[in-house]
């Protein structure tokens, strides 16, 4: 079983060898796709033990994830891809937890959530923003779930050939779940440990800007030729 | 005055876009089209008592009014179509970057 893990990267020198390092420890190899970076993300990552993709565009989130999922799935024949976070906000030991329902056979995708009992320092703000997120992928995609924007996220080969993710920037997270529900595909939830710092508050999204996700959603089903 | 202007700029509209379409820069239809709209400009500048007919037939009171309202509807259906074909153009971006990016893969240094 070839377990590879996908670190999608913007200016993380600082925090992405921590990452490729603890996640190394449990996938067979890991992938970062270092968005145009203009910092030295990319060569820091390499040195660090990853392979690295450049995007010479910076092109967002969900397209860096696509663009790793397609070399893994292609270049690195995995078995099981891992969406793992290049700022240490996650914890690599939780790998294992998140891959063995795939193993099982009992899941395509299996999703991290921070509310199924394991203990987090979440700042109020982020949880009553997530309580909305919840309510509104209820309703758009029809699936629920106890946490929605969840980034770690483990799919079988087959799961992620089938969602591909044609939304560039952060409302990615929505579609997967979107495609979940459209593909047909087994989910299944599992705990997982979110270490909140200063540092990646500042820099990762800002509740506000979940709008911006609502809008990128909504554009998408109305106005885009499929 | 006002009527003047009106078909003055219609006139060097026409102008460059001929001048345009004899380069073939433009292609036929957008050529027909682009020139009937301005043919139809200097119509109703001249004539604005035809504008006044046709906006009575449609139920508006004056031919001007009529064609505010056309312009308005057609300018909204060309920036939803300008709105895709953005969209469009994002997207092929991404596949191309993705490209670029699959196929020159940096392999980690071994030593680590």
């Known amino acids: 079983m070839t377990v590879i893990a996908l670190i999608p990267a913007y200016n993380e020198a600082s925090r992405i060898a921590a990452a490729v390092r603890d996640a190394r420890s449990f996938a067979n190899a890991v992938v970062v796709v270092d968005d145009c970076s203009r910092d030295r993300t990319g060569d820091v990552a390499r040195e660090a033990g990853a392979v690295v993709l450049r995007h010479v565009i910076n092109r967002g989130q969900g397209a860096a994830l696509q663009t790793a999922t397609e070399y893994a799935l292609s270049a690195l024949k995995a078995d099981v891809v891992v969406h793992f976070d290049a700022d240490g906000q996650m914890a690599g030991s939780e790998i294992p937890t998140m891959v063995e329902p795939i193993l099982h056979g009992e899941a395509d995708v299996v999703l991290g959530s921070r509310f199924l009992g394991k203990e987090s320092n979440m700042p109020f703000t982020r949880w009553a923003a997530n309580r909305l997120a919840r309510l509104f992928t209820l309703m758009i995609s029809g699936i629920g779930l106890t946490d929605t924007h969840n980034g770690f996220r483990a799919l079988s080969r087959k799961a992620a050939q089938e969602l591909t993710i044609t939304l560039d920037r952060m409302a990615h997270a929505s579609q997967v779940l979107d495609l979940i529900k459209v593909k047909r595909l087994r989910y299944v939830e599992r705990p997982v440990t979110i270490t909140y710092s200063k540092e990646t508050l500042a820099k990762s999204q800002s509740s506000l800007r979940a709008f911006c996700i609502v809008k990128d959603i909504l554009k998408d089903k109305f106005f885009t030729r499929v | ?112």
Not at chain 2, 3 to 28: H, M, P, W
Not at chain 2, 62 to 83: E, I, P, S, T
Request: hydrophobic share 55%.
């Open chain 2, 1 to 112: 005055m006002f009527q003047i202007i009106l078909v003055l700029f219609a006139l060097f509209a026409i102008a460059r876009t001929t001048r345009q379409y004899r380069k073939r820069k433009v292609s036929l239809h957008w050529f027909l089209l682009w020139n009937g709209l301005w043919a139809l400009v200097i119509g109703t500048a001249l004539y604005p008592k035809t504008a006044d007919a046709v906006a009575g037939f449609v139920g508006v009171e004056r031919g001007a009014d009529l064609a505010l309202y056309v312009a308005v509807v057609v300018l909204a259906y060309l920036v939803f179509r300008l709105f895709v074909r953005q969209e469009e153009t994002e997207r092929s971006i991404t596949q191309l970057v993705r490209r670029i990016a699959v196929q020159n893969p940096e392999r980690p240094d071994e030593r680590t």
